[in-house]
């Protein structure tokens, strides 16, 4: 039969007839088991089309009105989602900065950071928290058409009225972690918010984002227009002392750096912002394996974030360094859409080096801070600097003082501080304790590089 002989035969149909089949649709799985929702939710939206298609054009404008999302299948693991109103290219979806996003309801404990497009919220405010945490952005409508990979379920639900998809994430085949992205559309203000609830993981576990509490944020989001587009630019960062205006690793690429003996004593030209110089004399009495954090308090460590401590990352609670921690190593990267990535567990073991430094000067020094600073990083056979490698990682993680008081230096005076970091035992051999001197406001430091003695 020709299209125009079905249009003939059928005449146009009625809102509620439209309603009825999206209803009677909508619920052919309801009984279907997890593992098949995702291909049972997929061939349903493809249902809708086949019966929109047997009804005329008319039917496909109102079925497309009624659902707002569409939703097909990539591949084996991709999804795309788009709008009703969409006519842009795929994944390139256009940011919306004309609405707020107000969220009535977070768990205990969870902070907004909101501003026009978009809030991030986490626990105590703190990426570094241990906890999952989620963030939410505004899409124009219209430019929303984007594919999620690495799917392994896909759900189609409604929050309030406004149709959404929530699509369960796994980076690997092997892996147990998860997350999750909901895809929520409002259609009155021509606004698509992507939500991406996802899980964090430190030492000692993994973070997985609360199903149950993704659906009450989500159920509890709503948006306030504004009259136009409100970007802010939140610039960079600025400020620090002469130490931190020179990159160590940097330097060192750049062939900077002199290789130094533990227990043997330097002495550098220092001076601070107001130029006033000191001559600064330091050794590094002793780079020693610890089970415990030994001379350096836990307010001593670096922080993972406002008022979280990276003792409490490496060190249980009873003191005790953490020795072994299971990863999942990357075998072969899938592309999310036909493959997923394939991975398997390994164990790492991690040893934990205190230094001891010996620092004099022949002037007062009021903040050592900001004359001098430790660093590590390893450097491999070939040259190569590194913190990261396929091997292992090396994390400097405290310092005497740096966080709860300015260690300073009386004239002719000797002080000990300590200072501290984690490595891999497949690459200590390759690390280097820095001491980095500031000579001055101008763009020169001087680095001191010291190996690990056994």
Not at 23 to 42: E, P, Q, V
Not at 61 to 89: C, E, H, M, Q, R
Not at 98 to 116: M, T
Not at 136 to 159: L, M, P, Q, V
């Amino acid at each position: 039969m020709k299209k125009e002989d079905i249009k003939s035969a059928y005449s146009e149909s009625t809102d509620g007839f439209h309603h009825s089949v999206m209803n009677a649709l909508y619920h052919l799985d309801d009984k279907a088991t997890a593992k098949h929702r995702t291909k049972k939710k997929i061939m349903k939206v493809a249902l809708v089309f086949a019966v929109a298609a047997a009804v005329g054009t008319t039917t496909v404008a109102s079925a497309t009105g009624f659902f707002g999302l569409f939703t097909k299948p990539v591949g084996n693991y991709g999804v795309n989602i788009s709008t009703d109103n969409s006519t842009a290219p795929e994944d390139e979806p256009e940011r919306a900065y004309n609405c707020n996003i107000k969220a009535d309801y977070l768990p205990e404990g969870f902070v907004p950071r909101s501003g026009p497009g978009y809030v991030i919220s986490h626990l105590n405010d703190n990426y570094y928290s241990d906890c999952w945490y989620f963030m939410a952005f505004a899409y124009k409508s219209e430019t929303y058409n984007r594919t999620e990979g690495y799917i392994i379920d896909t759900e189609e639900t409604e929050f309030n009225g406004h149709r959404a998809v929530i699509t369960t994430k796994k980076p690997s085949e092997n892996s147990d972690r998860i997350s999750y992205v909901v895809t929520e559309y409002f259609d009155d203000e021509k606004i698509v918010l992507r939500f991406q609830f996802i899980g964090l993981t430190d030492a000692k576990k993994y973070f997985e984002p609360d199903h149950d509490e993704m659906l009450k944020i989500v159920n509890g989001i709503s948006i306030e227009m504004l009259d136009k587009d409100v970007y802010i630019d939140h610039g960079s960062y600025g400020g620090g002392s002469p130490v931190s205006d020179y990159d160590t690793y940097d330097l060192v690429q750049e062939g900077a750096g002199e290789n130094c003996v533990v227990g043997k004593s330097y002495t550098d030209t220092v001076a601070d912002y107001d130029g006033e110089e000191t001559q600064l004399t330091y050794k590094v009495v002793s780079i020693t394996e610890q089970d415990t954090a030994g001379e350096l308090s836990k307010e001593d460590f670096y922080e993972a974030g406002v008022g979280i401590s990276l003792y409490d990352k490496f060190f249980d609670e009873n003191g005790k360094f953490i020795s072994e921690y299971t990863v999942d190593e990357l075998d072969k990267l899938g592309d999310g859409i036909s493959s997923l990535s394939q991975t398997h567990k390994r164990t790492y073991t991690k040893k934990f080096y205190c230094v001891k430094l010996e620092l004099t000067a022949d002037k007062d020094i009021e903040n050592i801070c900001r004359v001098l600073s430790t660093d590590a990083f390893g450097i491999s056979s070939e040259g190569e600097l590194f913190r990261y490698t396929d091997n292992g990682q090396i994390d400097p993680i405290a310092d005497t003082g740096v966080n709860n008081e300015k260690i300073g230096i009386k004239k002719g005076e000797t002080i000990v501080i300590y200072s501290g970091f984690v490595t891999d035992t497949d690459v200590e051999n390759d690390v280097r304790f820095v001491i980095k001197t500031a000579n001055g406001i101008e763009d020169t430091a001087k680095l001191s590089l010291f190996e690990i003695t056994k």
